[in-house]
T-cell receptor
């Protein structure tokens, strides 16, 4: 069954701390995996995209990893800022969306 | 960068009326556009895929006669919610896939629909 599961469902961290969000998938066929950031009431904005042959991709303080063998991906956020508070969505092969992780960064 | 706009950003209508939402790719041509619905605290749910010049492909459980999609040009797709009911109240988001770049997908800012 084509599924994308994200964990944790929600996360609260203090400003300046690091965090890692997880995405496990069973989607087939696999073409790419994207991480999006979605602010409340806004459309998602792409953070990273990885294809089958890529196992890491960085975008500023965001670093995504992909293990195509175990079908797992993670998004690591370094030195979090208050503006990082948002939902982070993992999308596999453009069609399959995870439920997202709601991140709250507190001062 | 690629920009996708949606209009209106927010709409309130009475039950039984129809509402049209526009999705435009402002600086690129999009052969494929997607329409999603998102309920509070839930992820996006794909409603339909529209290709320019052809009929939209609807996901299972989405009524094509209720959610009319038109993709008349390479930069514009419209979603019309016909005979809207309060349960249709949701956040509707479109995305556009650039011509010849099938790994890219740019999202619009969304449209908040409230049906009274």
């Amino acid at each position: 069954k084509n599924q994308v599961e994200q964990s944790p469902q929600s996360l609260i961290i203090l400003e300046g701390k690091n965090c890692t969000l997880q995405c496990n998938y069973t989607v087939s066929p696999f073409s790419n995996l994207r991480w999006y950031k979605q602010d409340t009431g806004r459309g998602p904005v792409s953070l990273t995209i990885m294809t089958f042959s890529e196992n890491t991709k960085s975008n500023g303080r965001y670093t995504a990893t992909l293990d195509a063998d175990t079908k797992q991906s993670s998004l690591h956020i370094t030195a979090s800022q208050l503006s990082d508070s948002a939902s982070y969505i993992c999308v596999v092969s453009l069609r399959r969306f995870g439920a997202g992780t709601r991140l709250t960064v507190k001062p | 960068g690629a920009v996708v706009s949606q209009h209106p950003s927010r709409v309130i209508c009475k039950s039984g009326t129809s509402v049209k939402i526009e999705c435009r790719s402002l600086d690129f041509q999009a052969t494929t556009m997607f329409w999603y619905r998102q309920f509070p605290k839930q992820s996006l749910m794909l409603m339909a895929t529209s290709n320019e010049g052809s009929k939209a492909t609807y996901e299972q459980g989405v009524e094509k006669d209720k959610f009319l999609i038109n993709h008349a040009s390479l930069t514009l797709s419209t979603l019309t919610v016909t005979s809207a009911h309060p349960e249709d109240s949701s956040f509707y988001i479109c995305s556009a896939q650039p011509w010849r770049n099938y790994n890219e997908q740019f999202f619009g800012p969304g449209t908040r629909l409230t049906v009274l």
